[in-house]
DNA sequence: TAATTAAGCGTAATCGATTACAAAAATTTC
DNA sequence: GAAATTTTTGTAATCGATTACGCTTAATTA
């Protein structure tokens, strides 16, 4: 049971512990024979720094939080992976809290995460959070906050993003192009701006195909399965019903399909299906699903990085960036009728 | 940007430090006139308690590990989440490792955990590692360790699994009951427990039901979707194919059912599948998948209540309990007869 | 060789909170 | 009202590492 520090190493050298301390940071004002004989030393006694000592003197934990609505959601357990690995080079490490989707459990956890003492979050905003209260408390603290993916506009917070607007673009066109004139949008909250963009990148690529656009064609879901037969069931009702669904989330198009193929309607036949985000369980369904890929793990990375820029920056300067990420669509069955 | 200390609330009060510090934990020894006076004025001055200066004092970082293969299976992230949920009351903070299944990172992120000084560390081995050199030396500082599903039979340990071998048996039985007679399995890396529990359990239910045991039935797979491809293949090229698989988990069972739907062998009805561990995709493929459920949130929080267990006894006693709990047989579409 | 400069090391303060021990104040007892 | 007791508060050490400042030596220069 090991509890060696350096003043054990002192005592059993006859110098000081200010002498081991330099030492062991490779200070240049000391001698290659102290130097040398305290590291030799130091390795002897199986010597391990005490983290929480260094956290205390020098203010900083050398821990981060991660915020995700949904840690088991594969396109945010990448994001985080992807933070991870950058991080994981400089020293810090992680801590990830959950939302789920709750306004309240989020500020509960950015208080956990300040109580931590962190020294630096990252954060996808939960669909349910209206005001920014808890994350002014951040700011006013001066510990550096990067949004990824879900994010709120707020004046010196940086943030990493895809293109959500040219994502939804894509798919649309992708469906145009395979034929489809009456496509469908499963609209995500509005709340969040990801939702927003994929709404207007959907309403762009209509309106430069000449396509009409219909009121009844768009339903409001909330990324769920059910969400999304619901919102089948809702459009087959129609007088005129889609040849095509544009949805803004891998779990609704997902609903969407189970219940075409429920009541007999051929995929990509009679309706082609599009989702968003490249959940794993895109490539498995029946048929497998196209879907847009945000490309999380560089998300991740990305974000991190802007992180330790700041960190490595002066502490007065509050650097603002804003990454915005290309999305790549994936094509598969579920909307390609090349194949037939 | 605050940073109150208890000397700026002594020195506004005119008190020592220590009685403020003993105001604000309740301790007993303090007028109550004090208490108040202190705990107002701490209020109005937003003290917040520098948990560094406290984890260095009490030698406590009031963080734990948790290593597991992949953050990023429904499996595992239930049992964190079940984790945090029993800790969180607790004052404790989670930081979660993966090791993607490689002996090496697991070796890495135990070094890193302690050199983070976590009170406990949870784990779920990897199914690569052999030797138990960085466990070892966990215990050596007396960390308490909790292995949870995955475990390594170590004197001195506790654990959380459910009952493996049961949950084939019950597996196997339920084939059996649905008329099947040539059953195979999908046997993971026997380096593991779990999947030799399985193996076992599987063996069990043969006999128990007069079944002959067929050594070409038993095919050795690595839990990814290919791999169960790859076995139905080769299990279709026998002279005399099997009518069930009982797949040691969810991913070959998957790779399983579409590579038998490619060859045109119906579900249920010619081969009846099951899977292990309900991950959620089990639920939207099709036909849906026989599973068997780990209780994952059940298995976090005993896993959690073990420790805490551990932390509140006497430092010196070591606690080793072996918890297992019931797995639960979800019968769906890929293995039921009786519908049709 | 004396004077100047630099290198190497030690002393002590610091980060913020806790707590054993001691001292002061308040209360009780006779 | 003095002594004894109890309650309340203060002093100072502690957790382990870092670092400004200053003091010895050794090296350099004149």
Do not use: W
């Not at 699903?289 to 802007?306: E, F, L, N, W």
Request: with cysteine; hydrophobic share 35%.
């Amino acid at each position: 049971m090991s509890k060696v520090t350096i003043y054990d190493i002192s005592k059993k050298l006859n110098i000081s512990a200010a002498t081991v301390s330099r030492a062991l940071n490779n200070n240049p004002k000391i001698s290659i024979k102290t130097r040398e004989l305290v590291l030799k030393t130091a390795a002897e006694m199986n010597y391990e720094q005490n983290t929480l000592a260094l956290a205390l003197k020098s203010g900083k934990s050398n821990t981060v939080g991660i915020l995700v609505p949904y840690m088991d959601r594969s396109f945010f357990s990448s994001v985080i992976r992807g933070i991870e690995e950058e991080l994981y080079p400089h020293g810090y490490h992680v801590i990830i809290c959950q939302t789920r989707d709750d306004a309240k459990s989020e500020v509960q956890n950015i208080n956990t995460l300040l109580n931590a003492q962190v020294d630096g979050i990252f954060m996808s905003v939960s669909k349910t959070t209206k005001d920014t209260l808890h994350i002014d408390r951040v700011l006013r603290k001066g510990i550096p906050l990067v949004f990824f993916d879900r994010k709120k506009n707020l004046p010196g917070v940086s943030s990493v993003t895809i293109d959500d607007f040219n994502g939804a673009y894509m798919s649309v066109e992708h469906l145009i192009r395979q034929g489809c004139k009456r496509i469908a949008h499963f609209m995500g909250n509005i709340n969040l701006e990801i939702y927003k963009d994929r709404y207007n990148g959907y309403l762009k690529a209509l309106t430069d195909y000449n396509l009409p656009y219909n009121k009844e064609y768009i339903i409001q879901t909330n990324s769920k399965v059910e969400s999304g037969t619901a919102a089948v069931k809702k459009l087959m009702k129609l007088a005129e019903p889609p040849d095509a669904i544009f949805s803004s989330s891998d779990f609704t198009a997902l609903g969407a399909i189970q219940e075409l193929k429920k009541i007999g309607v051929s995929i990509p036949e009679d309706m082609c299906v599009s989702g968003f985000s490249n959940e794993s369980f895109t490539q498995y369904t029946e048929p497998t699903m196209t879907t847009v890929d945000q490309t999380p793990i560089k998300m991740g990375k990305m974000s991190a990085r802007v992180f330790l820029e700041q960190m490595e920056g002066e502490v007065s300067v509050t650097i603002e960036k804003k990454v915005v990420l290309s999305p790549q669509l994936i094509v598969r069955d579920s909307s390609d009728r090349s194949k037939k």
